[in-house]
C-alpha cells in the first residue's frame, strides 16, 4: 500500500510539473510611449551650450568645489528621507523573500498534553469514563505544488515590487543631491547679491547727502531730494530679503544634512561665489535619458508586477493541490508508543474555491489595474520628455539673459570710467558720477541675480536627465 501511495504521489508530481502558467507573460507593450521614436536618439538641444556625452553619477563634482562635495556626502549618509527609503527597499526585499517561501515543502510539529475527563456517552457508554492524561504529538510533512503558476506569479510580483523600491529609492537619493547643491546655491547667491545690494545703498546714500547739500545751498528743489531719498529708502527694504534668502539655504542644508545649522562650516554660511561648471553641461540623448530616470524605472517595474497580480488573480480560479504525509502519537501518557497510540498517513489534498465567490472580479480587478499603470507608465516617460526639453529651453534662456547682462554690465562699467574722467577733468558734475556708480552698480545686482538663474537651470537640468541615483558601495550599504 505505501509503495503505490508513493507512486501515485510522484506521478501526480511528475504531472503536475507540466501545467501551464496562467496569466500573461510581462514584456513592455510595443506601443508604450517609451518606444515612440520621439524618445529615441539625440535630444533637441536649442541654442545650449551642453554635448551629447553621458551624465556623470557625481554630476555635482562638476563645479569642483570642495566644499559642496563634503555637503552632499553627508546628506547621503545621514539624509532621513533616504533613510525611509532604505527602509522600504528592506521591507519590499523582506516580501519578496516570503513570496519565494510560498509552497513548496512545509513541515510542522505539533505536542500537547492535558489531563481530561472523556464523556463516556461520547462513546456510547453509559458509564463515567475514567479521568487520564492525555498526550498528543505529531509531525507532518507537505508539498504545496504551483499547479497554474500562481505562487511563480506571486514572486515575479514580489520581485517587481522590490526593484520598483529601488527605484524609488534612487529617486530619493536624486531629489537629494540637488536640494543640497540648490540650497548651496542660494546661500552663495543671496550673499552675493547682498553684498552687491549693499554697495548700491552706500551710492544711493552719496547722492542723496549731495542732493541734500546742493537743495541747502539753493542750487536744487525740493522733488530731487525726495526721489533721492525715496530711491534709498526702497534699496535699503531690500536688504531683508537677501538675508531670508541666506537663512532659508542655511536651514535647508541643516535639514538635508541632518545636522544643526550652527553646525554647518563658516565658508558654507558665508560663500559668496557661485559653483561653476568646469565643462560644458553633458546631457546623453533620449533613448539613455529613458533608461537613466529612476521614476521611469519606477513606473516600468510597477507595470510588470500589476501584470503579475493577473496571474496570481487567474490562479485563484483554479484549485490548489498538495500532497504529504503525517505520523504521530495519540493516547494516554502510559501508553503512549505502543502500537494502538501510533497513526500515520499519507495522500494529495485538494482545496478550490469556486469562482462564484469573486475570483474572476479579482482577475478584472487586476487587469484594470494593469491598465491603469500603463497609463502611468506613459505619462510617466511623457513627463520626463517635457521636463527634460523645457529644462534646456530654461538653461538656455537663462545663458542668454546672462551674456547680455553681461554686455550691460560692460556698457555701465565703461560708462561709470568716462563719466569719472569727465568729473575729473571738470566736465561732469559728481552727482552725475555718482550716478553713473548707481547705474553700474544696478547691472550687477542683475547680472548676479542672472547668475543664480544659471545654476539652478543647470540642477534643474540634472534633475530632469535622472543623474545622480548611481550608487558607492560605501553608499549601497544604507540599502541593505
Known amino acids: ?55 556623470p553619477a557625481d554630476w555635482w563634482r562638476l563645479y569642483r568645489d570642495p566644499q559642496l562635495e563634503r555637503l552632499v556626502e553627508q546628506a547621503l549618509a545621514a539624509n532621513t528621507d533616504l533613510r525611509v527609503a ?75 515590487d522590490t526593484d520598483a ?20 546655491a542660494q546661500i552663495c547667491s543671496a550673499n552675493e547679491e547682498r553684498e552687491v545690494a549693499l554697495h548700491s545703498l552706500d551710492l544711493q546714500r552719496q547722492s542723496l547727502e549731495l542732493t541734500r547739500q546742493l537743495h541747502a545751498a539753493g542750487r536744487g528743489n525740493e522733488t530731487e531730494v525726495t526721489r533721492s531719498s525715496t530711491q534709498f529708502k526702497s534699496l535699503r527694504a531690500s536688504l531683508p530679503r537677501y538675508t531670508a534668502a541666506q537663512q532659508a539655504g542655511i536651514f535647508q542644508l541643516a535639514m538635508l544634512t541632518a545636522q544643526p545649522a550652527e553646525s554647518l562650516p563658516k565658508g558654507v554660511t558665508d560663500c559668496r561665489h557661485l559653483p561653476e561648471l568646469a565643462q560644458q553641461l553633458p546631457v546623453g540623448n533620449g533613448a539613455e535619458l529613458l533608461k537613466r530616470r529612476p521614476d521611469i524605472r519606477q513606473a516600468e517595474r510597477q507595470l510588470a508586477a500589476s501584470t503579475a497580480r ?24 502510559d501508553d503512549l508508543g505502543d502500537p494502538s497510540t501510533q497513526h500515520w498517513g499519507f495522500g494529495p489534498l485538494i482545496h478550490w474555491n469556486f469562482p462564484s465567490t469573486g475570483a474572476r472580479a479579482r482577475v478584472h480587478q487586476a ?25 534646456l529651453a530654461q538653461y538656455s534662456a537663462a545663458l542668454q539673459q546672462h551674456a547680455a547682462l553681461e554686455e550691460t554690465a560692460h556698457s555701465a562699467q565703461l560708462s561709470a570710467e568716462q563719466t569719472h574722467a569727465f568729473y575729473q577733468a571738470g566736465r561732469e558734475s559728481f552727482l552725475a558720477e555718482l550716478e553713473a556708480m548707481r547705474t553700474e552698480a544696478q547691472v550687477a545686482e542683475q547680472l548676479a541675480a542672472s547668475q543664480s538663474q544659471v545654476v539652478q537651470a543647470q540642477i534643474g537640468l540634472f534633475m530632469a536627465l535622472g543623474g545622480g541615483w548611481q550608487q558607492t558601495e560605501q553608499q549601497a550599504a544604507l540599502f541593505k
Not at 488573480?313 to 501518557?333: F, K, R
Open 1 to 55: 500500500m505505501r509503495s503505490r501511495l508513493l507512486a501515485v504521489g510522484i506521478s501526480l508530481a511528475l504531472g503536475l510539473s507540466a501545467c501551464q502558467v496562467v496569466g500573461p507573460d510581462y514584456a513592455v507593450p510595443a506601443d508604450a510611449a517609451i518606444n515612440r521614436a520621439d524618445a529615441q536618439g539625440e535630444l533637441a538641444v536649442g541654442d545650449a551650450p551642453v554635448i551629447s556625452a553621458p551624465v
Open 86 to 160: 532604505a527602509a522600504n527597499l528592506g521591507r519590499a526585499a523582506a516580501q519578496m523573500h516570503e513570496a519565494q517561501d510560498r509552497g513548496g515543502f512545509e513541515e510542522s510539529l505539533s505536542a500537547d498534553a492535558q489531563r481530561v475527563q472523556v464523556a463516556g456517552q461520547q462513546f456510547l457508554l453509559m458509564e463515567k469514563v475514567p479521568v487520564v492524561n492525555f498526550a498528543n504529538l505529531n509531525a507532518s510533512l507537505s508539498y504545496q505544488f504551483d499547479l497554474f503558476g500562481k505562487l511563480q506569479r506571486g514572486v515575479e510580483a514580489a520581485r517587481a
Open 367 to 391: 487587469e484594470a489595474a494593469t491598465q491603469a499603470s500603463l497609463a502611468h507608465f506613459d505619462g510617466v516617460v511623457l513627463n520626463a520628455l517635457r521636463e527634460t526639453q523645457t529644462a
Open 165 to 184: 523600491a529601488q527605484a524609488a529609492a534612487d529617486l530619493t537619493r536624486i531629489n537629494v543631491v540637488a536640494r543640497v547643491v540648490s540650497a548651496y
Open 310 to 333: 493577473i496571474g496570481v488573480a487567474t490562479g485563484e480560479l483554479y484549485p490548489d493541490i498538495s500532497i504529504g504525509a503525517s505520523t504521530g502519537l495519540i493516547g494516554i501518557v
